[in-house]
């Protein structure tokens, strides 16, 4: 079974500098899909960023970007010039690829990490 | 979010009664899924859903069971509620007969069993 593995409950940062969040996962598939989520005090369950594993271009999403090292199956999320908004709840999620229909979209998720944004 | 609703938003129930929470879904999508969030443990899969009367287990079904008799509606039911199953309850649609990648949460039911 996949397992996704966020080793910092919690992270602090300054407003306007750079953080980034660690997340491993484990999985003995080739293809599948890795995703931050950004959960606020309101619940919502916001996606930040998506990586393709055959892609090995590192996804970007304005302030957001992603380190992903398929070898070491490393996946962390980098945040600049952070902003008080950015304090969340952030979630680091597997997905296989649907390719055969058996995986069914089933995400696995992290046990999350919370952000906190100094001003 | 907008074309999932989950209700209700709060309950406060007692051990060993039984409760249902509903998802509804107006986006007619095949996949449907039940989370819950524990602190330590990030949300994990109850059950799921891959079209009306198709349904599985995910991870930490035991206590719970689904339904789905029409697309737009995943019913979650706690048969005999017990303080372990205190979590807040996520539903999720997805669309990936279309090759859409994205997933849409529900707002969350925090049920709080005494």
């Known amino acids: 079974a996949q397992t996704v593995t966020q080793s910092q409950p919690e992270m602090s940062v300054q407003e306007a500098e750079t953080v980034t969040l660690s997340c491993t996962y484990d999985?003995?598939?080739?293809?599948?899909?890795l995703f931050w989520y950004k959960q606020p005090p309101s619940r919502q369950m916001i996606l930040v960023i998506r990586q393709e594993a055959y892609k090995q271009q590192n996804a970007t999403e304005n302030r957001f970007s992603v380190n992903f090292q398929k070898a070491a199956k490393s996946f962390s999320l980098k945040i600049s010039d952070s902003q008080l908004g950015d304090a969340a709840m952030y979630f680091c999620?597997?997905?296989?690829?649907?390719?055969?229909?058996?995986?069914?979209?089933?995400?696995?998720f992290g046990q999350g990490t919370i952000l906190t944004v100094h001003p | 979010d907008a074309g999932i609703t989950q209700s209700p938003r709060h309950k406060v129930t007692e051990t060993g009664t039984p409760v249902t929470l509903r998802c509804h879904q107006t986006?007619?999508?095949?996949?449907m899924y039940w989370y819950r969030q524990d602190p330590g443990h990030g949300l994990r899969l109850i059950h799921y859903s891959y079209g009306v009367k198709d349904t599985d287990k995910g991870e930490v079904s035991d206590g719970y069971s689904v339904s789905r008799s029409k697309t737009e509606d995943f019913l979650l039911t706690l048969e005999s509620a017990t303080s372990s199953q205190t979590s807040v309850y996520f539903c999720?649609?997805?669309?990936?007969?279309?090759?859409?990648?994205?997933?849409?949460f529900g707002s969350g039911t925090r049920l709080t069993v005494v």
């Open positions: 999985t003995s598939e080739s293809d599948y899909y």
């Open positions: 986006e007619n999508h095949r996949y």
């Open positions: 999720a649609i997805s669309d990936l007969d279309r090759g859409n990648y994205g997933y849409t």
């Open positions: 999620a597997y997905r296989a690829s649907n390719a055969g229909g058996t995986s069914y979209g089933k995400l696995t």
